[in-house]
């Protein structure tokens, strides 16, 4: 049997290589296809469904870590992505472990709602705060459909990280 400490490290080993991996995939170009004009952000994907299974210290800290790999990746500036996630993943860990169990049902409503506020935040910041013009063409032809797909990636993404947490965890066995 492993220590606590190992399986720990094992596990946000497993995690930080799920990262890496959705930020390369995320960011090749051609590798994924454009949906409705807009690629899924697979990184939102694994920090929501990390957060879900671990505590609020590392949710924060993997949050954190995706965040500024998706501002690198999609808007060339760490900000908005890693401040958002990182709050996000915070209060999804803590309702997760504390309020709300963290079954399927309740993490579509965490992950609907995160996916929702994250993405709103980002149209905030970057195109109604300095006035784009046209904005509102680029909410409807990608931010919606990046929403939608983000959302929906994230569903098989739960079940990957609670085959991670479940069989690299010693509290649940």
């Given at each position: ?31 994924m ?5 807009a ?68 993490y ?5 709602v ?14 109604v ?45």
């Amino acid at each position: 049997m492993m220590s606590d400490k190992a399986t720990s490290f094992f596990r946000y080993l497993a995690y930080v290589i799920e990262l890496i991996l959705m930020f390369v995939l995320s960011t090749t170009p051609g590798l994924m296809p454009e949906i409705f004009g807009a690629k899924p952000v697979l990184l939102i994907c694994v920090a929501l469904t990390a957060a879900v299974f671990e505590r609020e210290i590392p949710a924060m800290i993997i949050g954190m870590l995706s965040g500024i790999l998706a501002d690198i990746a999609y808007s060339n500036s760490i900000g908005v992505f890693t401040i958002s996630l990182t709050v996000i993943c915070f209060i999804v860990g803590y309702a997760a472990n504390n309020l709300i169990v963290a079954k399927f049902l309740n993490y579509l409503l965490y992950a609907a709602v995160a996916v929702g506020i994250l993405f709103m935040l980002y149209f905030l910041v970057w195109f109604v705060i300095p006035g784009v013009k046209d904005m509102w063409s680029y909410f409807t032809a990608h931010l919606i459909s990046r929403m939608v797909q983000t959302f929906l990636f994230s569903i098989p993404f739960y079940f990957i990280n609670r085959f991670i947490y479940s069989r690299l965890n010693t509290e649940m066995g």
